[in-house]
């Protein structure tokens, strides 16, 4: 049985940080005692008591107001607010965040205490801890955890974080011990970090003795036992989740086990959460009242940072120069690094240029043109970082190959334009490399590229940053001075995203090129896998990736037992390049109160208020 306190691994939150393959996790949580009115308290590192009942005021991002309350969601419900509010009052079974300064498991933010997988990794058997429900006290039982499974399997079509194959369709059995212990076994051996980190945290043991109910007059039963009943209690779930004005008084939302509970939400995604006076777990607030301010503008909240009117706020990268204006006024300026990456897909089914972007060294010599130091440096104001590979550089982790760390593409305008002359491209007297050599021979162009193609390329990019901008204007000059022609087109963030299914759809398969990274272009669970995006056929495989290769490496991270298993695939996607590798840029730029200790900013953007104090 392995307990998260027992020890620590040096695997990065790209894997999100905790070797859990050999069971070595870290307890990345602090907690503090309850005081008897039910308030906490904590210190300032003097050893004297901060104040807890001073509310911090967290602001939150266009477009970013909370709008869902229910520890279940639907797709269009599933973002980054609603879930990181949704953690404090219904903890995840097993939760990984990057609070402890690397991606690893956090038994204190957990409903499970501890593990154990069988000999074969085909089944877990989960111990939970000592959890209760705030209503009546009673302690939080595998019967709850069951309860939001069988809800979820009932429910695989309305459910936000369903992957078909994957969980729950993957669990052949669900096996109660007793009140504490549970045994969830699968369709087949998988790798045990990939179960923990991205398929058990995908969920919250939910209060059955509460909401196993069809209607909110009628009496709690077990309907949850049948696929017909589960669906009509999920419906009862999602109705009552509908309407926002009653988040505050409907008694659903007051029967919590989290640190947190809920205390007022608006309609425009203001949201007030208060200490859950009758909370048990290791995960206790250190601040009693935090309230989530939205703003429609990232102006609006500036305006509202000079004002003196947010503890923790953030602005744009541009602000980096003139920080001071912030700085003065007792604010510290602390980047908020993602565990993402970010990325250009390439159309490899575009009638036109998908012939040329399936040809690797067209691929080198596009990446080699990149100058990703320079462009996270100058134009991103240090607000980002080069990314040269599938797995998330920041913070480090095992799962991070030294050929993606070590970037097998350096920038270099010699070295990217002799990628095309050594392969049948001479530039014309228009400046623009052109396919002279057509064939599939060695120093050739390769297969489908007719005598007389020209290196042009359209990029559509996402509009709305500056930074964006300039950066896509660096990369053009660079690569009309090695001979490719770059047209830039922008649109909004949704208009770039429905491109680039279009294609796959089959109704339009014209863009060749896609940017939507501006704020990260992918946020990874806690293991950082590829089965998401460059697996064959899923979703967000834009551009029709196709090398067997990579697909059996990704497949290799989901079941093998081998520690190198992330190496090879980071190694492999980092040089073969399924999309051009762009700079990384942080979640946000953060801007805190001198007086208020966060710690370290999750990477995978969910704040974690029970984890905050004020020093003073």
Same mark, same amino acid.
């Given at each position: ?49 901060a ?27 599933m ?15 097993i ?23 069988n000999?074969d ?6 111990t ?51 009140d ?12 045990q ?36 009943g ?26 919590? $086990?989290?640190?947190? #509970?809920?205390?007022?939400?608006? !309609? @425009? ?5 208060? %200490? *859950?006076?009758? +909370? ?32 923790y ?24 690094n ?5 990325y ?42 080069? $990314?040269?590979?599938? #797995?998330?550089?920041?913070?480090? !982790? @095992? ?5 993606? %760390? *070590?970037?097998? +593409? ?32 060695s ?42 022609d770059?047209?830039?087109?922008d ?43 460059? %697996? ?14 990579a ?37 946000q ?28």
């Amino acid at each position: 049985m392995h307990t998260a306190s027992t020890g620590r691994s040096s695997r990065k939150r790209a894997g999100f940080i905790a070797l859990l393959a050999t069971g070595a996790l870290a307890l990345a949580a602090c907690s503090a005692g309850s005081s008897t009115n039910g308030s906490t308290s904590s210190t300032n590192g003097s050893g004297a008591a901060a104040d807890s009942t001073k509310p911090v005021t967290y602001a939150l991002a266009p477009g970013q107001g909370p709008n869902w309350i229910a520890p279940i969601s639907p797709p269009d419900k599933m973002i980054t607010s609603n879930s990181a509010i949704h953690a404090t009052n219904w903890p995840s079974l097993i939760n990984y965040d990057g609070t402890s300064g690397r991606m690893e498991l956090d038994t204190a933010a957990s409903a499970a205490s501890a593990y154990s997988f069988n000999a074969d990794n085909t089944a877990v058997t989960i111990t939970l801890g000592d959890l209760t429900w705030s209503d009546n006290g009673s302690p939080v039982t595998s019967r709850d955890v069951e309860f939001a499974y069988n809800l979820i399997k009932a429910n695989t079509d309305q459910w936000g974080s369903y992957s078909k194959v994957l969980f729950p369709d993957n669990v052949t059995s669900f096996k109660i011990t007793d009140d504490k212990h549970f045994t969830l076994t699968f369709d087949k051996a998988y790798n045990q970090q990939f179960i923990l980190a991205n398929q058990l945290t995908l969920f919250s043991p939910m209060p059955q003795h509460a909401w196993d109910k069809t209607s909110a007059s009628g009496a709690v039963g077990d309907y949850d036992q049948t696929p017909d009943g589960a669906k009509q209690v999920w419906t009862f779930i999602e109705d009552q989740a509908k309407d926002v004005t009653t988040y505050s008084t409907n008694p659903m939302w007051k029967v919590v $086990d989290g640190p947190y #509970v809920v205390k007022s939400w608006t !309609s @425009d995604g203001s949201v007030t959460i208060v %200490a *859950n006076t009758k +909370y048990t777990g290791q995960d206790k607030p250190h601040i009693d009242t935090v309230n989530f301010k939205p703003y429609t503008s990232n102006d609006a909240e500036m305006n509202d940072l000079r004002a003196k009117g947010v503890d923790y706020g953030f602005i744009t990268p541009s602000q980096l120069s003139t920080s001071s204006q912030f700085t003065d006024l007792g604010y510290k300026i602390v980047p908020w690094n993602g565990w993402s990456v970010t990325y250009m897909p390439y159309n490899f089914a575009n009638p036109t240029m998908g012939a040329v972007f399936k040809q690797l060294y067209v691929r080198q010599g596009l990446q080699s043109a990149v100058d990703q130091p320079t462009i996270s440096e100058k134009i991103w104001h240090g607000a980002a970082a080069p $990314d040269y590979g599938p #797995v998330p550089q920041n913070p480090a !982790s @095992d799962y991070l190959s030294s050929v993606q %760390a *070590n970037n097998p +593409y350096p920038y270099s305008l010699t070295t990217a334009e002799k990628y095309f002359t050594d392969n049948g491209w001479t530039k014309g007297s228009d400046g623009i490399l052109a396919c002279t050599d057509p064939g599939t021979g060695s120093g050739q162009c390769g297969a489908g590229i007719a005598s007389g193609t020209q290196m042009k390329i359209t990029v559509m990019t996402q509009n709305g940053s500056q930074e964006t901008d300039n950066m896509m204007a660096a990369i053009k000059s660079a690569y009309s001075k090695i001979g490719v022609d770059m047209t830039i087109q922008d649109a909004t963030l949704d208009s770039v995203l429905t491109e680039a299914q279009k294609c796959k759809s089959g109704s339009d398969c014209s863009w060749q090129l896609v940017f939507f990274g501006t704020a990260g272009s992918w946020y990874f669970n806690a293991y950082p896998t590829g089965d998401h995006l460059w %697996a064959d056929g899923v979703k967000w495989n834009a551009g029709q990736y196709v090398d067997q290769k990579a697909f059996d490496l990704i497949n290799a991270t989901l079941v093998s037992s081998d520690p190198t298993a992330d190496q090879k695939y980071s190694a492999y996607l980092a040089e073969n390049l399924p999309v051009l590798w762009m700079p990384n840029p942080v979640y946000q730029v953060s801007v805190v109160s001198n007086t208020l200790n966060i710690g370290t900013q999750d990477p995978g953007g969910n704040f974690a208020p029970q984890k905050w104090s004020w020093t003073s």
